[in-house]
């Protein structure tokens, strides 16, 4: 998915490189999960249940476009 792909890409231009190792296991769970959640996850239709993923993916949604 396009749209996710560039969110993605997002979080590691701005986000990775200053991101402590907590935070970068964090995103990179993230990766392992299904696109179709985390396209929810990210559109605020749904939350991730595991409150580390859901922290992570606040940050994803905060970073300026």
Avoid: N
């Amino acid at each position: 998915m396009r749209e996710l792909d560039q969110l993605m890409l997002r979080y590691l231009d701005r986000r990775w490189p200053t991101a402590d190792d907590a935070e970068r296991g964090r995103f990179l769970r993230l990766l392992d999960c299904e696109d179709d959640k985390l396209w929810q996850w990210c559109m605020g239709r749904e939350r991730p249940a595991d409150p580390e993923l859901q922290s992570i993916v606040q940050v994803i949604v905060e970073l300026p476009h």
